[in-house]
Nanobody, 126 residues
Framework: QVQLVESGGGLVQTGGSLRLSCAASGRTLGRSTIGWFRQGPARAREFVAAISWASGNSYYADSVKGRFTITRDNTKNMVYLQMDSLQIDDTAVYSC???????????????????WGQGTQVTVSS
C-alpha cells in the first residue's frame, strides 16, 4: 500500500513556474511508479509525467515535454514536478498516483494506478 499527499499548487501568471510535491509512504513504494495526472475544467483526466521509484526513469506527455521535470528524492520519499513556462491550458487539479503493476505504455493510463493523493489546484492566469 502507498499513501500520497500533494502540495505546492497555487496561482501563477503565464510563463511562470511552480513546483509540486508529492510525499509518498508505504511498504511497496520501492517497486512503485509515481505518476502525475491532471484534470482541467470540463476535461478528462490526463497523464502528465511519471517516474520509476527504483530506476529513476521518467516519462512525459508530449504537451509538457521540455517544460515540466519530474524527479524523486529517495532519502525524503518525495516526488517533485517542476513546472516551467506555464500556460493557461496547464490550469487543472494535479494529482499524484502510484502503481506497482503497470509498465511501459500502461503507466500513461490513469486506470493503471491504484493509489491516489487528494490533488492540488494549479491556476495559470494571463
Amino acid at each position: 500500500q502507498v499513501q500520497l499527499v500533494e502540495s505546492g499548487g497555487g496561482l501563477v501568471q503565464t510563463g511562470g513556474s511552480l513546483r509540486l510535491s508529492c510525499a509518498a509512504s508505504g511498504r511497496t513504494l520501492g517497486r512503485s511508479t509515481i505518476g502525475w495526472f491532471r484534470q482541467g475544467p470540463a476535461r478528462a483526466r490526463e497523464f502528465v509525467a511519471a517516474i520509476s521509484w527504483a530506476s529513476g526513469n521518467s516519462y512525459y506527455a508530449d504537451s509538457v515535454k521540455g517544460r515540466f521535470t519530474i524527479t524523486r528524492d529517495n532519502t525524503k520519499n518525495m516526488v517533485y514536478l517542476q513546472m516551467d513556462s506555464l500556460q493557461i491550458d496547464d490550469t487543472a487539479v494535479y494529482s499524484c498516483a502510484a502503481t506497482t503493476v503497470a509498465y511501459g505504455l500502461a503507466i500513461r493510463a490513469s486506470n493503471s494506478y491504484n493509489y491516489w493523493g487528494q490533488g492540488t489546484q494549479v491556476t495559470v492566469s494571463s
